[in-house]
């Protein structure tokens, strides 16, 4: 008799469980580079779960489908300058090619030219993040928003700072004329 239980034990084991990667382990990689935000290849190598190796000669193979817009070869200036501000390598460990920045589009291109389960549902994660981003940054409402609290703040401030320069005028300022000591003094008789 077949059961469900058999059934289920018949089917092959998935090859890839998806785990979405929480935003802020895909905001925390994207950079602005060049005016644009980018991920860099050995950020998505290690969410795609690929050696870096293996990405960078899947793009190079497919360089057609990877125009200016969609990725580019940092300098080494920008390279230099983007290890500065995180600690990527192992000591010791020196990078022996310069890496590929890739757009919002060019990462969903790589998710094409990689064809795995792990690649392209890590890059409609890693595009959500981007549109969420976008929505934030570009909602009139959040700018409004923003602009109201600040304004209630720096009222406020006006206000503690007006109080603070009262208090310090009022303590600096005489408030009456020097008065002559009372008492008697032998040589004024």
Do not use: W
């Not at 991920?39 to 290690?46: C, I, K, P, T, W």
């Not at 050696?51 to 057609?64: D, G, I």
């Not at 009139?140 to 209630?152: D, M």
């Amino acid at each position: 008799m077949n059961t469900a239980m058999d059934t289920l034990l018949m089917e092959p084991p998935a090859t890839y469980t998806a785990v979405a990667q929480p935003d802020a382990a895909i905001t925390g990689r994207i950079h602005i580079i060049r005016e644009q935000k980018v991920m860099l290849d050995r950020d998505l190598a290690e969410l795609y779960g690929v050696q870096v190796k293996a990405l960078k000669q899947a793009v190079r193979r497919n360089m057609e489908r990877f125009p200016e817009d969609f990725m580019f070869e940092l300098t080494l200036e920008e390279d230099r300058a983007l290890r500065s501000q995180t600690v990527t390598l192992k000591q010791g460990e020196h990078a022996k090619y310069r890496p590929f920045a890739f757009t919002e589009h060019g990462i969903l291109m790589l998710a094409n030219v990689l064809r795995s389960e792990q690649a392209i549902a890590v890059s409609i994660h890693i595009i959500r993040v981007f549109n969420r981003m976008r929505e934030v940054f570009h909602s009139p409402q959040h700018v409004l928003g923003e602009l109201k609290e600040l304004e209630g703040r720096i009222s406020v401030h006006d206000n503690e700072i007006q109080a603070i320069f009262d208090h310090l005028t009022e303590l600096v300022s005489p408030t009456e004329q020097a008065r002559k000591p009372i008492g008697f003094k032998p040589h004024e008789a």
